[in-house]
């Protein structure tokens, strides 16, 4: 029986040089290692695959990616036009510039072109030891052109697959490691991957992408004495390509987490899935086979509906704030008061609904976007970040016993806006450290939207808008009789005032809004001209 897999051979050496490792760098204070994946694989121009895909993947699933490029293709969503393999002593130069320095866990390898590659890395893994070797034994793309040739197979039998923990063939890449087999049905997978066990490696996932009349993406899980069946529903997209890498890859990531081996493979596979499903319709080149999203960031068709520019102080302005209690009094729907505010001359709409059912404020966060998005008028959502990243909306407002502004941060990304609501210079400061956009100062006056809210006043407002390093709105029992009051002072950094009441708990929001807003020109222009 061979090694079986790097573990066995080299833990001891690994965890020793880690403790010494880290604790040399924490000596220094230079901060926690992080769980890293080095992928020997080819590069592949088009970004769906190969080293691309392993790095995006490895990105996805939050673990460092080392590369070592074995090959540069000139491929894309039709196949592949040219293959450069990169000499076999610089590919020894990457790894040893890598495992020398960087404490790698797991090794995944993808495309190797060549015999001597194969036996480069292998010397590298004998004098640097890691935790675990994903090898996904790329033969061909789907494309059907050829990226390691037959003359590969016996190295990967003798010597490659039997230092594997796991080892990641599809249906093609199977048959010809086991000689030609055929393989056409589940059976035929679970018995291919004993026979590819047999050859050494600890585990085998038989790939199933590729299996002929099958309407559900099947793979075989084999660990030495269990099958398992992996299924999953086959989404029906052209954006397969890269899907092995990918699988591999977060395989390798999920184990240098610290996942034993089936955890590993299953949330892989889940992550294809998802993945694939998000991406089933974006368009990527004009091949057959395109490549898909793993960060789940690309939007199909919405750049027809993003907003112009970044956020400006300056949509401050009239700040309109919904109530789901006062459209339903007034018998209108949410998105029906929002196009009325935003027509009038609102330049912000907030959506805060503090008892919906969150399926329901989702679909009115989506059509409010919608609304908004055509108007090119900013929608944020109250309190609920994840309302806001499922709708897309463009930011959140949160209270002080709402989600803090830095978590808050930390899961919208740097793009979106957030604003906080503050009472106090102290809050203020520390809504700015957070990485807030604004804030919302009040309750200026009182009133009935919020209970046990106290007011600051006018002298509160004044401040807090002296000392704050964020532009300001101001909130609390805001109408039509004190607006201009509030703008004509003229405080330092107030850019606006947010308004719930007098404009929703009216009958004619349009009117009230488009009446607001004039005031407020006249009142801004008089406070520039004192
Ligand atoms: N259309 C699909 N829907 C869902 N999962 C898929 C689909 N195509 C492939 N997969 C999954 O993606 C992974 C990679 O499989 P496969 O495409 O067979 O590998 P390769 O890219 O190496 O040919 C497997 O887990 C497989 O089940
Ligand atoms: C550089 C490189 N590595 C691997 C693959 C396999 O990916 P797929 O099976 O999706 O074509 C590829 N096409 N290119
Ligand atoms: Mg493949």
Redesign the pocket.
Known sequence: MACGGVILCNSFSFYQKRMVMSSRMQEKNYGASVPHVLSV????SGA????Q?DLKACAARGVYCSTVIT?V?A?NTVG?QAVHAVPEDFVAQQLKSVLSDMQVDVVKT??LPSVGVVKVLLQSLTEFSVRALVVDP?M????G?V?AGPSILSTFREELLPMANIVTP?IKEASALLGGICLKTVADMRNAAELLHALGPRNVLLKGGDLPDSSDAVDIFFNGEHFYELRSSRIKTRN??????TLASCIAAELAKGSPMLTAVRVAKRYVETALEYSKDILIGNGI?GPFDHLLRLKSGSHSFHRKDAFNPSDLFLYAVTDSGMNKKWGRPMVDAVAAAIQGGATVVQLRDKDAETREFLETAKSCLAVCRSHGVLLLINDRVDVALASDADGVHVGQSDMPATVARTLLGPEKIIGVSCKTIEQAQQAWIGGADYIGCGGVYSTNTKANNPTIGLDGLKTVCSASKLPVVAIGGINASNAGTVMEMGLPNLKGVAVVSALFDRENVLAETKKLHALLMEASSSSKTQ
């Open positions: 694989a080819g590069s592949d769906g695959a190969g080293i895909a090959s293709t491929q592949v993808g495309m790329v061909v793309s789907t494309s052109d990226l599809n397969s390509h890269g899907t092995g890498c086979q």
